[in-house]
């Protein structure tokens, strides 16, 4: 028997590790989780890799009444070439996406992005719409997509509509989706012949959430540059890539790195003050610009 000591302190312990109970639905097609979540509203959730989700309800900082599964839904997973478009479905595995072969090619940003997320078993269950709809801003793929100027496509009772990256991200874990929306598939524009990417980040520790992160596109038409964990959202850098549209040399490297503090005023957050942060934006867009110019 377990003294009343012992009995407080296992009591506590479940309160911080065990989930709230919830009804738990394991959807067999789209139809099936828009009728649940029109039925259940924001006392639902979608349930997709679970990487994010379930250590938020371990954590009792969700409680939804009803779990979602999409997993069973196929027509959600799976990576093909759309004309001038890479079609990821939501439920693809970001494992899968760095594997792929069409992602490599055509979207070469991505695939440089995936192996900076996590572990190998949290990549082999996240999944590419689970991260988006996360909306983490210490993430890597919300700052790809913004980049790449990726559309995705939601889905509800109510219809389809397609959002562009720009408008998905709002605030801090605040994206475009209603409570009655499902992230189905992404849209990638293929990357044009000359393009160069470049991903970089840095993080105390490797798969550990970036302290801060840069996605660099330079195409014909322009060179963009988003960095991540320096905000709420991933966030575009206008001027340093102005500093840099006439062509990358040393000298426009260092007034690209000056004109930083135009495009961002970091936050502190547990990790760095935000100074640090400028700091280390900086250093990551001298990295990624001298990449930009020996690729
Ligand atoms: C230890 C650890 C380290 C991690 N490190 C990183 C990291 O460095 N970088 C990084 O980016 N991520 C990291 N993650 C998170 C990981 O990438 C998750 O896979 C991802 O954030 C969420 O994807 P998921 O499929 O697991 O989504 P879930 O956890 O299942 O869901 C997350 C949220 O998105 C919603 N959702 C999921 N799919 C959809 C959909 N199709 N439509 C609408 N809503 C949906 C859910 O309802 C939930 O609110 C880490 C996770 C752990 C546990």
Redesign the pocket.
Do not use: W
């Given at each position: 028997m377990l003294t009343p000591a012992r009995e407080t302190r296992r009591a506590r312990w479940e309160d911080v590790l065990k989930a709230p109970s919830f009804a738990y639905l394991r959807a067999s097609s789209l139809a099936q989780v828009f009728d649940a979540l029109a039925e259940h509203g924001e006392d639902a959730?979608?349930?997709?890799?679970?990487?994010?989700?379930?250590?938020a309800l371990n954590m009792r900082l969700s409680e939804p009444r009803l779990l979602i599964d999409?997993n069973p839904i196929a027509a959600?997973t799976g990576i093909e070439r759309r004309g001038g478009m890479l079609r990821i479905g939501?439920?693809t595995r970001?494992s899968e996406v760095g594997a792929s072969p069409l992602v490599a090619r055509l979207a070469p940003l991505i695939h440089q992005a995936i192996p900076?997320?996590?572990?190998p078993a949290?990549r082999n269950?996240?999944?590419f719409?689970?991260?988006l709809?996360?909306a983490?801003p210490?993430?890597?793929?919300p700052a790809c997509v913004l980049a790449l100027d990726a559309v995705l496509h939601l889905a509800s009772r109510r219809g389809e509509r397609a959002v562009s990256a720009r408008d998905f991200f709002r605030a801090l874990y605040e994206t475009a989706?209603a409570p009655d929306?499902?992230?189905?598939a992404i849209d990638v524009p293929v990357a044009p012949q000359g393009t160069r990417s470049v991903f970089v980040e840095l993080a105390r520790r490797r798969?550990?959430?970036?302290l801060v992160g840069l996605a660099a596109e330079a195409r014909e038409v322009g060179l963009r540059l988003v960095f991540f964990g320096v905000g709420n959202k991933p966030v575009e850098a206008g001027a340093a890539s102005a500093a840099l549209a006439a062509g990358i040399t040393a000298e426009r490297i260092a007034a690209a790195q000056a004109a930083l503090a135009r495009d961002l005023d970091p936050p502190g957050d547990l990790q760095a003050d935000g100074a640090t942060k400028l700091h280390l934006a900086r250093v990551l867009l001298g990295r990624a610009a001298r990449a930009l110019m020996a690729a």
């Open positions: 959730r979608i349930l997709a890799g679970g990487q994010s989700l379930v250590p999409i959600l939501a439920l970001h900076h997320i996590a572990h949290i269950r996240g999944t719409g689970g991260s709809a996360q983490d210490a993430a890597e793929l989706l929306e499902v992230i189905t798969g550990d959430y970036a």
